[in-house]
């Protein structure tokens, strides 16, 4: 058994939620210079999702620290000039260029595997295709490249389809950007910079780097805040914790060891908080073990559980207003009008923020007018409504 070192500071639980906002870009002035870039570079890795609703969850991230960045904005930050690149983290992720070498460990164990969940029939002959396809003809969604399904359902996968993507499990392809939502592959020699594109980091450098990020993002966390981040297993954190550079501290009511960013700790927080509505893959809020331990907040996203069992909506999303979770708002939108579906509040106190959140939002997304279709409790809808006709 690992024996742990004494904690070198006592945090209240408020030290470690105000600590949680300013590492994730949410309390304090904006770095608008840096802007989407300087967003991503602090949160190491934007997680991406097929759902789209107000817009999709990577477009959600840098507005709800920046307010109304431009959505064409945060594509081109995101996918020019070698900025960045998407790979296996906590899930499929936007990550900074930096990273790259960081995930050579990941990449290591993917080529010691035969398959990630297809196997190719003709493993060399169709990698080779796939390759000699993009050295010749440069970037190329999986349909350029001949298809990505054998016209079943959507798991089944084409030859072509196995073999890109097995090419960028193992780091031979990278994809570039999103096009319609499809991946653009491209070789990852022509894609990475010459000074990152290698994997001569051992597995145990790869991980010390990854915890370290993942604590500065964090700001402090337990073992399993920080495995989580980037997927990491706990044995794979106990390994290198101790040469990560992060400093073991206490944390009223947490019950369990913690560490944290000794940068973070070394600074007063304070600033001006966000009020704004959150993707639930958030990485504020995408753990929710976490969620719940820092903010008190029980959350989970029921896009996937049937409509008659939802108690939120299908893709509620935290409202975040004076550094604290307040409450939730399923939206929609039917043309100029965003439509709150259900809202939920932890309070009644919550109704201006919500409302202010919703009206930036609606803005955000070129949304005239915002209607509240019902609430958990009646009175919460009049409250917002009627917060919402005084910002009009």
Not at 87 to 102: F, K, Q, R
Not at 191 to 207: M, R, W
Request: proline share 6%; hydrophobic share 40%.
């Amino acid at each position: 058994m690992t024996t742990l070192p004494p904690p070198t500071a006592s945090l209240t639980a408020d030290d470690a939620r105000r600590l949680a906002l300013r590492a994730q870009g949410f309390l304090g002035a904006p770095d608008r210079r840096a802007g989407v870039r300087g967003v991503l570079r602090g949160l190491g890795a934007v997680q991406l999702d097929t759902i789209s609703v107000l817009a999709r969850s990577h477009e959600l991230v840098p507005y709800a620290r920046l307010g109304a960045v431009g959505r064409d904005a945060v594509e081109r930050a995101y996918w020019t000039g070698q900025h960045a690149f998407e790979y296996w983290s906590h899930a499929a992720c936007v990550l900074p260029i930096e990273e790259w070498p960081h995930f050579a460990f990941r990449r290591r164990f993917k080529r010691g595997q035969d398959y990630r969940w297809h196997k190719m029939e003709d493993k060399e002959g169709s990698c080779r295709l796939v390759l000699d396809r993009l050295r010749a003809e440069g970037p190329l969604t999986s349909t350029e490249l001949g298809g990505a399904k054998n016209g079943g359902p959507w798991w089944d996968w084409s030859e072509t389809k196995i073999a890109v993507e097995w090419l960028l499990d193992t780091g031979d392809v990278v994809v570039t950007e999103r096009r319609g939502w499809k991946r653009v592959y491209d070789l990852a020699e022509r894609a990475v910079p010459d000074a990152l594109l290698h994997d001569d980091l051992d597995d145990t450098e790869c991980l010390r780097r990854l915890v370290a990020l993942a604590g500065r993002s964090l700001g402090v966390a337990t073992r399993a805040d920080l495995a989580d981040y980037h997927r990491l297993k706990g044995p794979q954190v106990d390994a290198v914790i101790a040469d990560s550079g992060l400093v073991p501290v206490e944390v009223e009511g947490w019950g369990k060891p913690a560490w944290a960013d000794p940068a973070a700790l070394a600074e007063p927080v304070r600033g001006r908080h966000r009020t704004t509505l959150l993707s639930p893959f958030d990485s504020l809020v995408w753990d929710r073990a976490r969620t719940e331990r820092v903010f008190g907040f029980a959350h989970r996203l029921e896009a996937y559980v049937p409509k008659p069992r939802r108690v939120y909506g299908y893709f509620a999303m935290p409202v975040l207003a004076g550094g604290r979770l307040v409450g939730r708002v399923d939206p929609a939108r039917e043309g100029t009008t965003l439509v709150a579906r259900q809202i939920t509040l932890e309070s009644p106190g919550a109704a201006p923020a919500t409302a202010r959140a919703l009206r930036e939002a609606a803005e955000w997304v070129g949304c005239s007018d915002v209607r509240v279709e019902r609430a958990a409790d009646p009175a919460d809808a009049a409250a917002v409504t009627a917060e919402l006709a005084a910002l009009a």
